[in-house]
């Protein structure tokens, strides 16, 4: 069960809210009752890892107590690398193995990826360095610790909120909800579910025949740009979609959780871009990894190698986001393009070279984007080198009967609808012009009602997977 | 300026107009709705002309409440934004709930799966369950044998039993019938007339299938199932209600004929009865069925396994012999099944396995594998296959010779069991 499912929003979440505003008074109450919640939500949604989300948190909550970070810090990184890279780790180190001619019997790894535990290891780190740091005290509360750590709409794929920001939400729930919060949440359920149902996955429908199916789509230049355009908006409407509902959810139980995108694809440099794209794991890369590391370099560089720094602290940070979103060399080579592409920027900046107009930069930096995405969604090199001699028309520009039987007039009515809005600047709930008559607040309704009937029994989020 | 109220009926008044229209448009306007159906239909998606249509138009609202918002922002960029008010909560409220209202009353109303206690239309689906279990329920006593299985058993004739073996039987084999149902028809055959019957024919061809049961499964059934079942089943009622394919059929239903072939017809025994087809029916139907084979075969689930079980244990509760059977398919089709390069038969051969050693390890199971049409020497023109995997009478009544010497001997283990 996903927040995204009719299990979910038609029984799950309705029952929740009911006892939670009717019955429960306290705050005290109500966050017991947000443990219990996140921990039936996990137990339904992918019961095999419970216990290492439980350990972990355990784990993570007694060493702040005695205040050995490092070790927290190391033991939350060692089951990730373990769970997320070590059956990667492993093939690769056979391969190498074998290359270099040795008879390695390397066991196979062949683990399935714990639900979210990209996010709630983020999650304890950013708690441990953060009361290291004197930002909070260490919690005193287990519940109100786990509740930060598991909190349910927020623990598949984010976004990554910090303790000392939820923690004191979560201390102090609201008695009643306000009606500010409810109408914001159910909008951007309803908002959040029409860019999923209605927008990604109809893209993804489509390129699961066109980019990833076997179709003889022609294979030019117009199926790799075509296809990359598709992958842009799907991929944003998809992530843009969850994060919608991860937010509206949060809200209806009197929680607000940060922002995750911002525009993105009207950013008028790639810098900017990061500040608005998936913004809570950018923030956290930041605050955790960049600063810090762009600090140790520049006392032990000097402000002479100042630029050198900076381009080591890029490199490293992207690639960092690289690997975040998963295993294989084309998401390291994706985060090491965009440190690349970032070190260049500042390069270029501080020698005074600026793109003129807002247009020429927002057109330039959403081309740099979309390449960024071919190394992104490419499954192996062989995939990606078709697809960038595609790109660079190295297969001419293709057989458009195919092409448009499989991205058909509803796939590119959708996808111009996807641009129409992000154009705009109204991707994001937060960004929706605010409804001042009861009718438009009913067509929100209505619309949140479509996408539930469309909803089937289980919808699949992209970052959910990372 | 302080904005005038909120009209409380505008959005009911509103969907209302809506549905009129659109009922409307369906009944008077078919010139110029039928491009666009047919446009509609060559969508991509897998979902019928109303159910894409329904997208569309969705995606439509989508874009004009947010597009719609915007140009209104544009033009009173001087107005400060609005702090939501409860009437704003409430609009939401409304919308969403008057049209689930409606869509779930259409599918009540329409009923199109018989999920649901109303039957103002025909059922848009074949409904054997309610049919086969009235039938059992007239029946005086139990008769001596009850067979259980899908569509492909349909033919198996109570009759042919009676002269072939001289016992009693029913044929309640419902129509694309799952493993995870087959405890509840075996509680329910036995528990409507106790003791129940000897002998249980079971079609054990169905052992890829997942564990859930079946949602045309009649609500009278619901106290034999199991509670993990029970409750899946109630949470299926609940959320088919608010379904688009569920709400698609319901007014296909109410506008146009029904889709599924209705034309088997039963018998108070149970037995069913099709037309026959003709000799090139039958080739080109067997013909398609072939291209239409999977790439690769499903091997029997775990669920499944744990529901033969689930069979295995009531038949010992209730001192009956089972007698499994894998029935017949046409040669032809058997033959592209097995033929080099499919994986059909390794997939076949577990779930043959897993019953041989059931059949090994207790007394009161048999198993009976006639898959290759050749082990009951069927016969393989129009009169002896409807189609690719449903056999006439003509050569259910070979498979029963072919079985008659298990199914005595099935019969005396269970009529010495309780005699004893």
Redesign the interface.
């Known amino acids: 069960m996903g927040i995204a499912s009719q299990g979910f929003l038609l029984l799950f979440l309705p029952l929740s809210l009911l006892i939670y505003w009717l019955l429960l008074r306290r705050p005290r109450q109500k966050l017991l009752f947000l443990s219990l919640l996140s921990l039936l939500f996990y137990a339904i949604a992918g019961k095999e890892y419970l216990l290492l989300l439980l350990g972990l948190s355990a784990a993570t909550y007694a060493l702040a107590r005695v205040r050995k970070f490092t070790l927290g810090i190391l033991l939350n990184l060692l089951a990730l690398a373990f769970f997320k890279y070590g059956g990667f780790g492993l093939q690769q180190a056979g391969l190498l193995a074998q290359a270099w001619g040795l008879q390695a019997a390397l066991p196979l790894l062949n683990l399935a990826l714990p639900l979210g535990i990209s996010f709630y290891v983020f999650k304890h780190i950013s708690y441990l360095v953060s009361v290291r740091r004197g930002r909070c005290p260490a919690a005193s509360d287990p519940w109100l610790f786990f509740t930060y750590a598991a909190f349910f709409p927020s623990v598949s794929a984010g976004p990554l909120s910090g303790y000392p920001e939820t923690a004191s939400q979560l201390q102090a729930l609201p008695s009643r909800l306000e009606p500010a919060n409810l109408y914001q949440g159910l909008l951007h359920i309803s908002a959040g579910l029409a860019k999923k149902i209605l927008i990604a996955d109809i893209l993804r429908d489509a390129l699961g025949a066109g980019l990833f199916g076997s179709a003889a789509t022609g294979e030019g230049l117009a199926w790799a740009w075509l296809s990359l355009l598709i992958y842009a908006f799907q991929l944003y409407f998809d992530f843009s979609g969850y994060t919608d509902l991860a937010l509206g959810i949060a809200l209806l139980f009197g929680v607000t959780l940060p922002p995750n995108f911002n525009n993105p694809y009207l950013a008028s440099n790639l810098a900017q871009f990061w500040q608005r794209w998936h913004i809570s794991l950018s923030s956290w890369i930041r605050a955790y990894v960049f600063m810090p590391f762009s600090g140790w370099l520049l006392t032990h560089l000097g402000n002479r190698h100042k630029q050198l720094g900076m381009l080591l602290a890029n490199l490293l940070t992207m690639t960092l986001i690289g690997v975040w979103h998963g295993t294989g060399w084309l998401f390291l080579l994706w985060g090491l393009y965009h440190g690349l592409l970032l070190s260049l920027r500042s390069l270029l900046a501080q020698r005074g070279v600026q793109i003129r107009g807002r247009f020429t930069g927002q057109a330039l930096t959403f081309v740099a984007v979309l390449i960024g995405w071919a190394i992104f969604l490419s499954p192996d090199l062989a995939f990606a080198g078709r697809l960038f001699s595609g790109l660079l028309g190295l297969q001419g520009v293709g057989n458009l009967a195919p092409l448009l039987l499989v991205y058909d007039k509803f796939t590119l009515a959708t996808l111009a609808i996807a641009m129409l809005l992000s154009a705009l600047g109204i991707v994001e709930a937060l960004h929706l012009p605010p409804a001042r008559r009861a009718w438009v607040a009913a067509a929100w309704g209505l619309l949140g009602l479509l996408c539930i009937l469309m909803l089937g029994e289980e919808v699949e989020f992209l970052y959910v997977l990372f | 300026m302080t904005?005038p109220p909120?009209?409380?009926w505008?959005?009911l008044a509103?969907?209302l107009a809506a549905g009129l229209a659109l009922l409307a448009a369906l009944r008077l306007a078919p010139a110029v709705l039928e491009p666009l159906r047919e446009?509609l239909s060559?969508?991509?998606?897998p979902v019928g002309t109303l159910?894409?249509g329904?997208?569309?138009?969705?995606?439509g609202?989508?874009?004009?409440?947010?597009?719609g918002?915007?140009l209104?922002?544009k033009r009173h960029a001087q107005q400060s934004?609005?702090?939501?008010?409860?009437?704003?909560?409430?609009?939401?409220?409304?919308?969403?709930?008057?049209?689930?209202a409606v869509?779930a009353c259409t599918i009540i109303v329409a009923n199109p799966r018989g999920m649901y206690p109303t039957n103002f239309y025909p059922p848009r689906w074949l409904l054997a369950r309610p049919v086969k279990m009235d039938a059992y329920q007239a029946l005086p006593v139990a008769p001596d044998l009850v067979i259980l299985g899908s569509s492909r058993t349909f033919t198996i004739a109570p009759v042919d039993v009676q002269a072939r073996l001289g016992y009693t039987a029913f044929n309640a084999s419902v129509e694309g019938m799952r493993m995870a149902e087959m405890p509840a028809f075996v509680r329910f055959v036995t528990q409507e007339h106790p003791p129940g019957p000897m002998v249980l024919l079971i079609e054990a061809a169905p052992y890829a299938a997942d564990d859930l049961v079946s949602e045309r499964l009649p609500n009278r059934l619901l106290p034999y199932l199991s509670p993990d079942q029970a409750f899946s089943f109630i949470?299926n009622r609940?959320?088919s209600l608010?379904?688009?394919d569920h709400?698609s059929e319901s007014v296909y239903q109410m506008l146009r004929e029904p889709k599924e072939s209705l034309d088997w017809s039963f018998q108070p025994d149970g037995m069913g009865i099709l037309p026959l087809s003709s000799p090139a029916g039958l080739e080109e139907g067997v013909s398609q069925a072939i291209a239409n084979i999977p790439a690769h075969c499903q091997p029997p689930s775990r669920a499944a396994m744990r529901y033969y079980q689930q069979v295995v244990d009531l038949a010992a509760r209730y001192q009956m012999a089972v007698v499994f059977i894998i029935p017949p398919y046409h040669p032809r089709y058997y033959a592209a099944q097995m033929a080099p390069g499919s994986d059909f038969d390794a997939c076949k051969a577990q779930a043959v396995a897993f019953l041989q050693a059931m059949a090994e390890e207790y007394s009161h199971i048999f198993f009976l594998d006639y898959t290759d049409p050749a082990t009951i020497g069927s016969l393989d023109t129009a009169e002896g296959y409807y189609d690719y995997q449903h056999m006439t009478q003509e050569n259910a009544a070979r498979l029963l010779e072919a079985a008659a010497a298990t199914l005595q001997q099935a019969y005396q283990i269970a009529e010495e069991w309780r005699t004893r």
């Open positions: 904005p909120p009209r409380k505008l959005p509103a969907l446009w060559q969508s991509q998606q159910s894409n329904l997208r569309m138009a969705s995606t609202l989508f874009l004009l409440i947010a597009g918002g915007w209104w922002q934004e609005p702090t939501p008010t409860p009437g704003l909560a409430k609009g939401w409220g409304a919308g969403f709930l008057a049209a689930a869509v949470y609940y959320t608010l379904n688009l709400f």
